[in-house]
């Protein structure tokens, strides 16, 4: 019985446990004209240690760390935090809280800011998210998979 075997170290790989990295805006990066609401509806929870890579065009754009109020208001005189350089920042989610980003150029009133909740660490055992349930097809899906390939190699062998 060696599938269970095979399956426990895909299932750990999918875990929610381990830090990810998400691209803001994902192919659309940090731009104006992006909904970063629906951004972050797709890609939530977020937990501590997952990193957020902001990719902008280089002096288009900058990524200001703010608080509530200056995040309603697209208020980007007293920040937190502010990058500009280069054409893209990494940010580390390394606390429990949420964090507020905006773009200073203007285009923070047409939607060119996001809000991100970093939550603990869930625990590694039961894992609570809906990740196990996708985690099971999917590795039962490479399983097969490489099994169909390995079966076609063969049969064109013998
Ligand atoms: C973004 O999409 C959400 C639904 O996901 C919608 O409620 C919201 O109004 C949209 N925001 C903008 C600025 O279009
Ligand atoms: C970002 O920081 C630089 C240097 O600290 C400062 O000159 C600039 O005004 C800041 N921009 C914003 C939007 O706070
Ligand atoms: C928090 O994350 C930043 C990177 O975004 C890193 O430079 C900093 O050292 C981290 N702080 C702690 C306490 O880990």
């Known amino acids: 019985m060696t599938l269970p075997v095979l399956l426990f170290p895909l299932f750990l ?10 691209t803001v805006g994902d192919e659309k990066g940090w731009n104006p004209g992006v909904n970063y609401t629906t951004w972050v509806n797709k890609h939530s929870p977020f937990h501590i240690g997952d990193w957020l890579v902001f990719y ?4 288009m754009a900058d990524v200001v760390q703010v608080d509530e109020t ?6 980007a005189s ?7 350089k280069g054409r893209s920042y990494a940010f580390e989610l390394n606390h429990t809280k949420r ?8 285009y923070c009133y047409q939607g ?3 809000s991100i909740l970093a939550q603990p ?10 990740d196990k349930s996708a985690a099971i097809p999917v590795a039962f899906a490479q399983i097969s998979a490489a099994a169909v390939a390995a079966a076609a190699v063969l049969s064109l062998l013998f």
Do not use: E, R, T, W
Not at 13 to 22: D, E, I, Q, R, V
């Open 13 to 22: 790989l999918s875990s929610p446990g381990f830090a990810n990295k998400y």
């Open 56 to 59: 902008y065009q280089s002096g």
């Open 70 to 75: 200056a995040y309603n208001k697209c208020d």
């Open 78 to 84: 007293h920040p937190i935090s502010n990058y500009s």
């Open 99 to 106: 964090y507020y980003f905006i773009c200073s150029y203007g």
């Open 112 to 114: 060119m800011k996001v």
């Open 121 to 130: 660490l869930p625990p590694p055992s039961p894992p609570p998210s809906g």
